[in-house]
């Protein structure tokens, strides 16, 4: 595999958080299969995944505050936004000034980082605003023979994209996309406020920040367990975060991401479960919101994204 990636072919590998769609990101002609390959605007920046701090280093200009994050969190869900060396392509960064860095933790990911020698560019592998990939089989369903090799490492262990940190003005850090790393983790670290970027954006400054996005192609609508219900009609699903007690919700179809309500299991199981409801034909699925807090809000801003009107 990490021949091929160095001949600048595009190779689908796990990470702890969703499949990646990778490319050697010092390739530009190799990235820019990406964009084809995914039917992804130009305006919108890669992720570069790296082994570690060194080699995050080559790519961007340091910082005292860039060292305590990754030291406390890499590798792992975190994505560092800093201001980039000019060894990185402007396609890579649809522009901008700055890159976004990664040091994935899942062990087939670091063997082929390890193995390659060269950062890799990978976003999400699946068709552009779809739903991400978060087993090998959902890569092949969603992108078949435009990707030379899938590397299966099984299901992803969080399956929502990693939190996306802006560093650049080291005094106001600010998180452009919720993930596991939260803003009070953030705020541990650095001993200053994170705030958190809600606004969408036509030209986004990170992955995942346009207004719709990571969506299936059925219609897809929030609600909460604390509101009044009605009971679904019509040719809808209903997804709970918790197995419901008791008698089974009234409905055609009704189906949960946890047995006990842990928010790390619904984020987990949560594009998986979409995935499947979108191909059995329904005309709305409705999702149930979870609690704004820890990876909750990384489940609720997904959600948010993908109900967004079409």
């Known amino acids: 595999m990490s021949e091929l990636l160095r001949a600048g072919e595009l190779v689908a590998l796990p990470t702890e958080t969703v499949y990646g769609l990778a490319a050697d990101a010092l390739n530009p002609a190799a990235c820019a299969r990406i964009f084809t390959v995914k039917g992804r605007p130009l305006i919108d920046p890669l992720i570069v995944h790296v082994a570690g701090k060194e080699a995050a280093r080559e790519l961007a200009f340091w910082s005292e505050e860039a060292e305590s994050v990754a030291t406390a969190f890499w590798p792992g869900p975190l994505t560092i936004v800093l201001r980039k060396r000019a060894i990185v392509p402007d396609l890579i960064t649809a522009g901008r000034p700055s890159v976004a860095l990664r040091s994935p933790e899942h062990p087939l990911a670091r063997e082929v980082l390890r193995r390659c020698r060269c950062p890799l560019a990978a976003p999400s592998a699946n068709p552009f605003g779809y739903l991400s990939p978060t087993e090998a089989h959902h890569v092949r369903d969603s992108l078949g ?166």
């Not at 993930?179 to 650095?190: F, K, M, S, Y």
């Open 145 to 310: 023979d435009q990707v030379t090799h899938i590397l299966d490492g099984g299901p992803c262990r969080w399956g929502v994209e990693s939190t996306i940190v802006d560093l650049q003005e080291p005094v106001t850090p600010r998180i452009l996309r919720p993930g596991a790393i939260t803003a009070e983790d953030l705020e541990a670290v650095l001993g200053r406020p994170v705030t958190t970027v809600t606004k969408a954006t036509d030209t986004p400054e990170a992955p995942g920040m346009l207004e719709r996005h990571y969506s299936p192609q059925t219609p897809l609508c929030l609600f909460s367990w604390d509101a009044p219900h009605l009971p679904p009609t019509g040719n809808r699903a209903r997804v709970y975060l918790k197995k419901p007690e008791g008698s089974s919700p009234v409905g055609r179809e009704d189906f949960w991401l946890s047995e006990n309500g842990s928010l790390k299991e619904a984020a987990r199981h949560l594009y998986a479960l979409l995935r499947r409801l979108d191909r059995m034909g329904f005309g709305l699925i409705e999702v149930e919101k979870a609690p704004d807090e820890g990876i909750g809000r990384a489940y609720n801003d997904r959600l948010r994204r993908a109900a967004a009107k079409r």
